[in-house]
């Protein structure tokens, strides 16, 4: 079945520093599926952070970005400066259609934690 | 605005007792509706979804059921708690089956099984 690999665990960084979330995906169905990065911020609900649905495009919100790269099959997730405000699980995802619905499957997630 | 409501916020249950958690969408007519699972230390899975009052395919079997009575409300229960339910359940919207639609998510739910 599909897979999605991130960087596991927690990730600490200092405030203004670069961040880099490392994933990547194996889909079994069907060659380019769609990917997406949702973030859950303490006290929150799962929210969508970017996606991408077109290979070779990059998505980009609040300072993240990310590009779809079907050769390495990567959804890496950057930021040029990270804030303390930043501090949030990430979980990368790819969707595709299986039999009549939509199917998300989440990479484990990364916690990141911004140091001031 | 639409706005999903998950309850209760947590749960703490005996094995073998039995468990309801509900999700309430409001604003939207009609959503696809999901269950999510995620164990501690594991990864978010789908259970269900329901494209329609009435219909609930399931795509995880985890001794778990779901319900839709009402278009803007769904159900997941069990009548025998187990162990390995332990964990935080999502309940999450979107406006249509795509596979490029965005997903709306509750708050969630942790439940702990002693």
């Known amino acids: 079945g599909d897979s999605v690999t991130q960087t596991e665990g927690q990730v600490t960084v200092s405030e203004s520093k670069s961040l880099i979330i490392n994933c990547t995906y194996s889909?079994?169905?069907?060659?380019?599926?769609?990917l997406f990065w949702y973030v859950r911020y303490p006290g929150e609900g799962l929210q969508l952070l970017l996606k991408?649905?077109?290979?070779?495009q990059k998505g980009s919100s609040r300072g993240f970005e990310a590009t779809y790269n079907k050769e390495t099959t990567s959804f890496h997730l950057q930021k040029a400066s990270v804030q303390e405000s930043d501090s949030a699980v990430y979980y990368c995802?790819?969707?595709?259609?299986?039999?009549?619905?939509?199917?998300?499957?989440f990479g484990a997630g990364t916690r990141l934690a911004v140091c001031p | 605005a639409q706005t999903i409501h998950q309850w209760p916020v947590a749960e703490i249950k005996a094995v073998g007792s039995p468990l309801s958690l509900g999700c309430t969408i409001k604003?939207?007519?009609?959503?696809?509706l999901y269950w999510y699972w995620q164990a501690t230390g594991g990864t978010l899975q789908q259970l269900f979804y329901?494209?329609?009052?009435?219909?609930v395919e399931s795509v995880v079997q985890l001794n778990l059921s779901a319900s839709r009575p009402k278009d803007d409300q769904f159900i997941l229960s069990t009548e025998k708690l187990l162990l390995s339910h332990s964990g935080f359940y999502l309940c999450?919207?979107?406006?249509?089956?795509?596979?490029?639609?965005?997903?709306?998510f509750g708050s969630g739910t942790r439940l702990t099984v002693l």
């Open positions: 991408v649905i077109t290979a070779g």
């Open positions: 329901s494209i329609t009052v009435g219909q």
């Open positions: 995802a790819l969707s595709e259609i299986s039999g009549s619905f939509n199917k998300l499957t």
């Open positions: 604003g939207k007519s009609s959503p696809n």
């Open positions: 889909a079994t169905s069907i060659a380019y599926p769609n």
């Open positions: 999450a919207w979107s406006l249509t089956g795509g596979s490029a639609e965005t997903l709306y």
